[in-house]
């Protein structure tokens, strides 16, 4: 269907270019488009683990030999299996809330290793196989869900900013962050450094991500806007939010904008690597559409079964982002069942460390939510703390009384 959308007029086709119209059948093709993978998809691993030549992308990955490709099977599987526990420990009433990531592992695990460690990245609240590629101990996103931390760990150190729960606020702020890195003289070479930041499909709607694509786009900020298109948000499908794929829009802000497999780690890894180049060398920003699919709830608060049948559900197992990589690794004779063994094992024991540390995390004294507010003493906020702490001894010695 590409063919049919409403990708002409040029601009500079000349005035009659401006007043053309799409057709009703070219908006239907559009938004087909929207949810369908196409032509446009950049992959170099089909779902049936063949490798696919990419003569633009192929150089991107090099030096992914097939112990790099079990690495980063490896690190799905970890994030994956990590991603599973956390689910569990919420409906077993550990965690407050949980939110998946699967099917998502190969668009943040190839996305998140492209990183170099200068690089800056901006999640919303799904990202945790990025924060694993970037070394945040996933411990430390476990606090946020059992409602005892906010976001704890070092994020200059680790170049992962706290999780945004607000759609597309981060991208407000990645565009500020990587103008900073453009003012600071940090662009512009092999050396140089770069911003991505991730959201959904759904944040594509907000003003936030319009704003942020304006000012990144005026400032040449080397940021790669990385938005994992997962088919939904909550309960609203892509094609519901816009008459052309994602991807396209880029071009209405004067940036290049790709659609990726987001179920192809490799494909994942070289495009982003592209952009992140680009970005390094002052031709950002770029957006990235990664195109994958929330194979689980929104959170663990929602019941996809309400509003979209299984058989999406089955259509996208048969592209499983750790089945394509684990089939090319077995087929070319990279990787054998001890190999896939001892990866399940390790996985295993990676969640069992996570499933340990939640059921004895120490709980934060009540004070605790009047610390790290402002850097500095706050008088207002010292009397709240003082009024709390004796309302709350007021029950301590209630039975004196
Ligand atoms: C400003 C704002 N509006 C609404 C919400 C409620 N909300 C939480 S997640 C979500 C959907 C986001 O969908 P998408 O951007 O596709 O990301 P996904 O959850 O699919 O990864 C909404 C509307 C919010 N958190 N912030
Ligand atoms: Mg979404």
């Known amino acids: 269907m590409p063919s049919e959308q409403w990708t002409h007029p040029e601009p500079g086709d000349g005035p009659a270019a401006v007043a053309a119209q799409p057709s009703p059948e070219q908006v239907i093709a559009g938004l087909r488009a929207t949810s369908e993978g196409g032509a446009e998809l950049t992959q170099l691993l089909t779902p049936e683990g063949e490798r696919v030549p990419s003569p633009q992308f192929d150089k991107y990955v090099e030096d992914i030999d097939a112990e790099a490709l079990r690495g980063l099977y490896r690190d799905m599987v970890l994030v994956r299996r990590a991603d599973r526990e956390a689910n569990a420990m919420q409906r077993q009433g550990q965690l407050g809330i949980w939110v998946p990531l699967l099917g998502q592992e190969a668009a943040q695990i190839g996305s ?64 500020g962050y990587a103008m900073g890195q453009k003012f600071e003289g940090k662009v512009g070479d092999d050396d140089g450094e770069a911003t991505i930041c991730y959201f959904g499909d759904g944040a594509t709607s907000q003003g936030d991500v319009h704003e942020g694509f304006v000012w990144a786009a005026v400032y040449d900020a080397p940021l790669v806007f990385f938005c994992q298109n997962n088919q939904w948000a909550i309960s609203e499908p892509t094609e519901r939010q816009s008459r052309l794929p994602l991807y396209q829009r880029a071009r209405g802000y004067g940036f290049p904008g790709i659609r990726v497999d987001g179920n192809d780690v490799l494909a994942c890894l070289a495009v982003s690597r592209w952009a992140l180049d680009e970005c390094r060398h002052g031709n950002g920003p770029v957006l990235i559409e990664a195109f994958t699919y929330r194979m689980d709830a929104h959170t663990t608060t929602d019941d996809p079964t309400r509003y979209r049948l299984s058989d999406e559900l089955e259509e996208w197992k048969l592209k499983d982002p750790i089945e394509r990589v684990r089939a090319f690794l077995a087929r070319g004779g990279y990787a054998d069942q001890a190999f896939f063994d001892s990866v399940q094992a ?56």
């Open 112 to 175: 998140g290793r492209a990183l170099k460690k200068n690089d800056m990245a901006f999640p919303s609240y799904r990202e945790h196989g990025v924060a694993y590629a970037r070394g945040v101990d996933m411990k430390d996103l476990l606090g946020i869900f059992r409602c005892t931390d906010h976001s704890g760990w070092d994020y200059q150190g680790t170049g992962f900013h706290p999780y945004t729960i607000v759609i597309g606020n981060q991208v407000l702020n990645a565009a």
């Open 346 to 401: 390790e996985a295993d024991s990676f969640a069992a460390d996570l499933r340990d540390y939640t059921f004895n995390m120490p709980e934060p004294p009540p004070e605790r939510i009047f610390s790290n507010v402002y850097a500095e003493g706050n008088p207002v906020l010292d009397a709240q703390r003082e009024e709390f702490l004796s309302y709350l001894d007021g029950f301590a010695t209630a039975g004196e009384h």
